[in-house]
């Protein structure tokens, strides 16, 4: 039904910055949020950022004020801008997009893009 496919990442200095960006195609109408989890080596995947499809954006109470999430107007792309990079940001962000079809929520994902940042 959807199908989201993320971009952007790779290796960064600590203190630099980079912009994530995640596509979907599909039934993009269904999509009620979509946002970021990441999850580093050996650790569960958390919640980055999201953001519904009325503008309300959701951060990660530890990531508030560092990294700015946006979605484009036709709805069909999320951004995420991660400033000020620490090597404990070094993960795989993975790309949500939650799918509302009468009562019933199912949540998608793209197949990630790693981070990786030096010391």
């Known amino acids: 039904q959807v199908q989201l496919v993320e971009s952007g990442g790779g290796l960064v200095q600590a203190g630099g910055s980079l912009t994530l960006s995640c596509a979907a195609s599909?039934?993009?109408?269904?999509?009620?949020?979509m946002g970021w989890y990441r999850q580093a080596p050996g650790k569960q995947r958390e919640l980055v950022a999201t953001?519904?499809?009325?503008?309300?954006?959701e951060y990660a109470d530890s990531m508030n004020g560092l990294f700015t999430n946006t979605r484009n107007g036709d709805q069909s792309t999320v951004c995420l801008q991660l400033n000020s990079l620490n090597p404990e940001d070094t993960a795989v962000y993975y790309c949500n997009g939650r799918y509302k079809w009468l009562a019933l929520n199912t949540d998608y994902w793209g197949k990630g893009t790693p981070v990786t940042v030096s010391s």
């Open positions: 599909g039934r993009i109408l269904n999509i009620i949020a």
């Open positions: 953001i519904t499809s009325g503008g309300s954006i």
